[in-house]
């Protein structure tokens, strides 16, 4: 399974939405975040594995996002999203999550291999692949 998810949703803050509760009452009352725990865990058991796929920081806004964090916002910060990263991998280490997309399609001014942190997505793929498997090798 190819699991999109938003920072934005690893929030404590975050709540749900879209959800038909009629169908999935034991979803009722939950954070994406828990509802993401539900749902890695019932893959592990039917024997699913699972691709966590980071599409944007803000839920619905991955096609107007031009880099892998957001600049002047602090909960966006690429510090904020190596953070996440990290908790992902933790979190998630022994069960049915196998791989970790770092940032679906990227885009905009993301530049490859320019030496600029701002916008090297070369140089910023290797921070987050590094603080990955600093937590779960």
């Given at each position: 399974i190819r699991l999109p998810f938003s920072n934005q949703m690893l929030q404590s803050t975050s709540t749900t939405n879209g959800i038909n509760y009629a169908a999935n009452p034991d979803l009722v009352g939950l954070t994406p975040l828990q509802c993401l725990d539900r749902i890695v865990a019932y893959s592990?058991?039917?024997?699913?594995r699972i691709i966590l796929s980071r599409q944007s920081c803000?839920?619905?806004s991955a096609s107007s996002e031009t880099l892998w964090y957001i600049p002047d916002d602090t909960k966006f910060?690429?510090?904020n999203i190596l953070s996440?990263?990290?908790m992902l991998a933790k979190r998630y280490e022994g069960t049915a999550v196998i791989a970790m997309d770092l940032w679906n399609e990227p885009k905009g001014s993301t530049t490859w291999?320019?030496?600029n942190i701002q916008t090297d997505w070369n140089s910023a793929a290797e921070r987050m692949g590094n603080s990955?498997?600093?937590?779960n090798p």
């Open positions: 592990g058991n039917i024997s699913l803000k839920a619905d910060a690429e510090k996440d990263w990290r291999g320019a030496n990955i498997l600093a937590e």
